[in-house]
C-alpha cells in the first residue's frame, strides 16, 4: 500500500520565480492538504482540496495557489518567489474532509529560494 | 483561530524513562487532537490520537490524555528507547467539514543511553 508520495525531494529557486510541487495521496484517500514547516516550526496550514476544489484556506498569500485532479493527486504552485518561502512544504492525505480525521504527511518537498 | 502551545521544547531522559509531553489548545470546537513524530529529514509520522469524547487511549508504549475542561491534551512515553528519539508535535483539529490542524511548535526528545 503506497504512502504519500511527493516530488521533487529537493529544489533551489530564485527570488521572484515560480514553482510547482506535486502530490500523490496515500491509496484509498480524496482529500490533499498542504502545509508549510520553516526551520524548528510546526507545519503551518496553507490549503486544504477535496473534490478537485479548494475547502479551506490558511492565512497565506493568493501567491500559493494549488489544484487537485480527477486521480486525487494535487498541486501546489508558488508565485514570484520570496527568500521567506525557503521551508518543508509537507503534503498530508485523508479519507474526505468529515469523518475520518487521520492525516498521513508525505516526506515532502525542501524549497529554498536564493 | 486555533492556537496551540507545547511544552517544554526539548526534553532529555535516560533509556528506560518516562517522557511526558504537554500541549494547551485554545478553541473549544476542537475535538481531535492526534501527536506526531518527526525524524529527520523525514515527514511527520502519526502515532497516536484522540478524540474529545475520550479521555485516555494507550497504544503499547505510548498513551494519550486529554482534559477537555482544562483544554489540555498530554502525550507519555513509557520505557523509552533510543529510537524514541525525534521531534513530536502534538495538534489540534475541529470537527465538522475541516480537517485542517494546528500544530504546537514542537517538542524535541533525546533519549541517552
Same mark, same amino acid.
Not at chain 1, 479551506?56 to 493568493?62: A, E, I, L, M, S
Not at chain 2, 524513562?17 to 475535538?31: E, G, L, M, P, R
Not at chain 2, 487511549?57 to 523509552?80: G, P, W
Given at each position: ?5 511527493? @516530488?521533487?525531494?529537493?529544489?533551489? =529557486? ?5 514553482? $510547482?510541487?506535486?502530490?500523490?495521496? =496515500? @491509496?484509498?484517500?480524496? $482529500? ?19 473534490? +478537485? ?11 500559493? @495557489? ?8 494535487? +498541486? ?9 518561502? @525557503? ?14 480525521? +487521520? ?5 515532502? $518537498?525542501?524549497? $529554498?529560494?536564493? | ?11 532529555? #531522559? ?7 509531553? *504537554? ?18 529529514? *523525514? ?20 498513551? #494519550? ?9 498530554? !502525550? ?10 525525534? #521531534? ?12 485542517? !490542524? ?6 524535541? !526528545?533525546?533519549?541517552? !543511553?
Amino acid at each position: 500500500d503506497a504512502g504519500v508520495t511527493q @516530488s521533487p525531494t529537493h529544489l533551489i =529557486k530564485t527570488r521572484g520565480q515560480q514553482v $510547482t510541487l506535486r502530490c500523490s495521496p =496515500k @491509496s484509498g484517500h480524496d $482529500t490533499v492538504s498542504w502545509y508549510q514547516q520553516a526551520l524548528g516550526q510546526g507545519p503551518q496550514f496553507i490549503f486544504q482540496y477535496y473534490e +478537485e476544489e479548494e475547502r479551506q484556506r490558511g492565512n497565506f498569500p493568493d501567491r500559493f @495557489s494549488g489544484h487537485q485532479f480527477p486521480n486525487y493527486s494535487s +498541486e501546489l504552485n508558488v508565485n514570484a518567489l520570496l527568500l521567506g518561502d @525557503s521551508a518543508l512544504y509537507l503534503c498530508a492525505s485523508s479519507l474526505g474532509p468529515v469523518g475520518a480525521y +487521520e492525516q498521513y504527511f508525505g516526506p515532502g $518537498t525542501r524549497l $529554498t529560494v536564493t | 483561530g486555533e492556537n496551540v502551545e507545547q511544552h517544554p521544547s526539548t526534553l532529555s #531522559v535516560q533509556e528506560g524513562d518516562s517522557a511526558v509531553i *504537554k500541549c494547551t489548545y485554545s478553541d473549544s470546537a476542537s475535538n481531535y487532537f492526534p501527536w506526531y513524530k518527526q525524524e529527520l529529514g *523525514k515527514g511527520p509520522q502519526l502515532i497516536i490520537d484522540i478524540r474529545s469524547n475520550v479521555g485516555e487511549k494507550k497504544d503499547q508504549r505510548i498513551a #494519550v490524555t486529554l482534559n477537555k475542561t482544562a483544554k489540555h491534551f498530554s !502525550l507519555h512515553i513509557t520505557e523509552t528507547q533510543p529510537e524514541d528519539s525525534a #521531534v513530536y508535535f502534538c495538534a489540534a483539529g475541529p470537527t465538522g467539514t475541516a480537517s485542517k !490542524l494546528t500544530f504546537g511548535t514542537g517538542t524535541r !526528545l533525546q533519549v541517552t !543511553l
